[in-house]
């Protein structure tokens, strides 16, 4: 840091330091005992995901981020009711404040490192309890039986309580996973929710109406189940005059989805293995070669996780200002249907700047509207139907590269930290003289520009993928991440092996030794 002076954080440093925390191996943690880790840290989150929250009335309560429950990795009405929201939003303003210098902090340094993780220990309890208690206080209902117990606020306060133990636990999880086992929990958790809600998307024989007879005005729930049950129960006329509608259009879980699902797919999977090579040779071990991959899709699917996690926040707060009693009365921004308005009970806006920065749920949600208003309209013209594409796609990429290059500076993707990387290694570029800022200039000509685009990519399939919708209500942008995650962790998988077997690769990929 030299003569700089030091973070203010550091004062706060011993309180984050007294939380709870997962304490680093020391040493090399063999790859048996990581893959341990991720399956009992992974089945652990799906028996959270389906314990309950105690004194909760299911029926009343309304989940405010059920249009991100996907990318939030959460379950609703659950402990995980919060999912990784605190996280999420805790590392975007975390990031915001150093890459903006408001913080000053070098994440490079292992001292201001250390200081940096405790104040971020810090600020996800803060964010549990921002987030915690404006749902308990507006839309968690505690049930009758248990508010006459322990009386309303006795009642509310046990319910703020399961939720922070939750999401702490979550944000531990996360914890274990990168210390202990492989890549990152929070991607794995988003990764598990999203597979198991296109699974059930794609395969749920059970009928839309569950309290009704299967029928074909209430077909089984799946779209593959969906489609047989129709045409094995529809004549030829049936199917001309709507049945094929049905299929490809009708919610939920339309045969257009899965199409898109799969697209979606294959196409994350080409760009994922899109790359440049930089040729790398060893300066002491003659013959010693080996290769730097830049990726098109190098910032990773993290900018697109932290611009959700964004949107979903601006959605909460645009619906507490109009809904909750309190905050409804506050003058100009409460009860403001410009800022956005809500209908029915429903989460999801219905109008407003809150309604144009809302995912566009599938093309049944915009594209239909535009194309055959009569049919399919949702109480907005076709200039509003367009103008919401566009500002949600605009704001999606904008952040998105925004986030891009805060999250490659930060975590020690940039110009200066790989080619100190690669200087450590004892590697070098061929032709070059082995000095980090030789190593800087050249990787100066790729990784800033990669970085914009590859923002700009995610943030644009992002932007695709929710609107081509999917199956299981998993959101394009939930299917996007996913598809990137399991590649990624595949990725870390064969560098783990490769460690494994050669001690030496170690130093190269930051493992420890």
Same mark, same amino acid.
């Given at each position: 840091?030299? =003569?700089?002076?030091?973070?203010?954080?550091?004062?706060?440093?011993?309180?984050?330091?007294?939380?709870?925390? $997962?304490?680093?191996?020391?040493?090399?943690?063999?790859?048996?005992?990581?893959?341990?880790?991720?399956?009992?840290?992974?089945?652990?989150?799906?028996?959270?995901?389906?314990?309950?929250?105690?004194?909760?009335?299911?029926?009343?309560?309304?989940?405010?981020? /059920? @249009?991100?429950?996907?990318?939030?990795?959460?379950?609703?009405?659950?402990?995980?009711?919060?999912?990784?929201?605190?996280?999420?939003?805790?590392?975007?303003?975390?990031?915001?404040?150093?890459?903006?210098?408001?913080?000053?902090? =070098?994440?490079?340094?292992?001292?201001?490192?250390?200081?940096?993780?405790?104040?971020?220990?810090?600020?996800?309890?803060?964010?549990?309890?921002?987030?915690?208690?404006?749902?308990?206080?507006?839309?968690?209902?505690?049930?009758?039986?248990?508010?006459?117990?322990?009386?309303?606020?006795?009642?509310?306060?046990?319910?703020?309580? @399961?939720?922070?133990?939750?999401?702490?636990?979550?944000?531990?999880? =996360?914890?274990?996973?990168?210390?202990?086992?492989?890549?990152?929990?929070? #991607?794995?958790?988003?990764?598990?929710?999203?597979? @198991?809600?296109?699974?059930?998307?794609?395969?749920n024989w059970y009928a839309v =109406?569950?309290?009704?007879?299967?029928?074909? #005005?209430?077909?089984?729930?799946?779209?593959?189940?969906?489609?047989?049950?129709?045409?094995?129960?529809?004549?030829?006329?049936?199917?001309?005059?709507?049945?094929?509608?049905?299929?490809?259009?009708?919610?939920?879980?339309?045969?257009?989805?899965l199409i898109g699902t799969?697209?979606?797919?294959?196409?994350?999977?080409?760009?994922?293995?899109?790359?440049?090579?930089?040729?790398?040779?060893?300066?002491? /071990?003659?013959?010693?070669?080996?290769?730097?991959?830049?990726?098109?899709?190098?910032?990773?699917?993290?900018?697109?996780?932290?611009? #959700?996690?964004?949107?979903?926040?601006?959605?909460?707060?645009?619906?507490?200002?109009?809904?909750?009693?309190?905050?409804?009365?506050?003058?100009?921004?409460?009860?403001?249907?410009?800022?956005?308005?809500?209908?029915?009970?429903?989460?999801? /806006?219905?109008?407003?700047?809150?309604?144009?920065? +809302?995912?566009?749920?599938?093309?049944?949600?915009?594209?239909?509207?535009?194309?055959?208003?009569?049919?399919?309209?949702?109480?907005? +013209?076709?200039?509003?139907?367009?103008?919401?594409?566009?500002?949600?796609?605009?704001?999606?990429?904008?952040?998105?590269?925004?986030?891009?290059?805060?999250?490659?500076?930060?975590?020690?993707?940039?110009?200066?930290?790989?080619?100190?990387?690669? @200087?450590?290694? !004892?590697?070098?570029?061929?032709?070059?003289?082995?000095?980090?800022?030789?190593?800087?200039? $050249?990787?100066?000509?790729?990784?800033?520009?990669?970085?914009?685009?590859?923002?700009?990519?995610?943030?644009?399939?992002?932007?695709?993928?929710?609107?081509?919708?999917?199956?299981?209500?998993?959101?394009?942008?939930?299917?996007?991440?996913?598809? !990137?995650?399991?590649?990624?962790?595949?990725?870390?998988?064969?560098?783990?092996?490769?460690?494994?077997?050669?001690?030496?690769?170690?130093?190269?990929?930051?493992?420890? +030794?």
């Amino acid at each position: 840091m030299g =003569d700089e002076k030091p973070s203010l954080l550091f004062k706060v440093k011993p309180l984050g330091d007294r939380l709870p925390a $997962v304490k680093r191996p020391e040493g090399h943690v063999h790859f048996r005992t990581k893959m341990m880790w991720v399956v009992v840290i992974l089945v652990l989150y799906f028996v959270m995901s389906n314990v309950y929250v105690w004194g909760l009335d299911q029926t009343d309560s309304l989940d405010i981020f /059920a @249009q991100y429950r996907t990318i939030m990795a959460g379950a609703s009405g659950t402990i995980l009711q919060l999912g990784i929201g605190p996280i999420v939003t805790a590392s975007i303003i975390m990031q915001l404040f150093v890459g903006a210098k408001i913080i000053n902090l =070098d994440l490079t340094n292992n001292k201001d490192k250390a200081c940096y993780q405790s104040a971020l220990k810090l600020l996800v309890i803060v964010m549990i309890l921002v987030e915690a208690v404006p749902q308990v206080y507006g839309y968690l209902v505690p049930s009758d039986a248990f508010e006459a117990q322990f009386g309303t606020y006795g009642a509310k306060l046990l319910i703020i309580l @399961q939720l922070c133990i939750g999401s702490y636990l979550v944000f531990l999880f =996360d914890e274990v996973v990168s210390k202990w086992g492989i890549g990152s929990g929070i #991607s794995l958790f988003i990764a598990a929710g999203v597979a @198991q809600a296109i699974f059930t998307g794609t395969l749920n024989w059970y009928a839309v =109406d569950s309290t009704a007879v299967l029928s074909t #005005s209430n077909p089984p729930a799946g779209t593959i189940p969906k489609a047989i049950y129709i045409l094995m129960n529809t004549d030829a006329s049936g199917m001309s005059s709507g049945g094929y509608e049905l299929i490809f259009l009708g919610q939920p879980n339309p045969l257009i989805a899965l199409i898109g699902t799969i697209v979606i797919f294959l196409v994350v999977v080409y760009l994922e293995s899109s790359r440049i090579e930089l040729p790398l040779s060893h300066g002491n /071990a003659r013959g010693a070669r080996g290769r730097y991959p830049i990726k098109l899709m190098y910032s990773s699917n993290i900018p697109v996780i932290l611009m #959700s996690a964004l949107l979903a926040n601006v959605s909460m707060i645009c619906l507490l200002l109009y809904t909750n009693s309190t905050l409804s009365g506050i003058p100009l921004i409460g009860g403001n249907s410009a800022i956005g308005y809500f209908e029915n009970d429903s989460t999801t /806006a219905a109008g407003g700047l809150a309604w144009y920065l +809302s995912t566009p749920q599938g093309i049944t949600g915009w594209l239909m509207p535009i194309l055959n208003p009569t049919t399919y309209g949702n109480d907005h +013209s076709v200039l509003q139907n367009v103008c919401h594409v566009f500002i949600y796609g605009s704001v999606m990429v904008m952040g998105s590269i925004m986030f891009a290059k805060f999250w490659v500076e930060t975590t020690n993707l940039g110009s200066e930290a790989v080619a100190n990387q690669i @200087q450590k290694s !004892g590697m070098q570029i061929p032709g070059f003289r082995r000095e980090p800022r030789v190593l800087r200039r $050249v990787l100066d000509r790729y990784i800033p520009t990669i970085t914009i685009l590859s923002g700009a990519l995610i943030g644009l399939l992002a932007t695709v993928a929710d609107m081509i919708g999917t199956t299981g209500n998993a959101t394009g942008t939930g299917l996007l991440l996913t598809v !990137g995650i399991i590649i990624r962790f595949y990725e870390s998988v064969g560098r783990e092996q490769m460690m494994e077997m050669n001690p030496v690769m170690r130093g190269f990929f930051g493992g420890e +030794s």
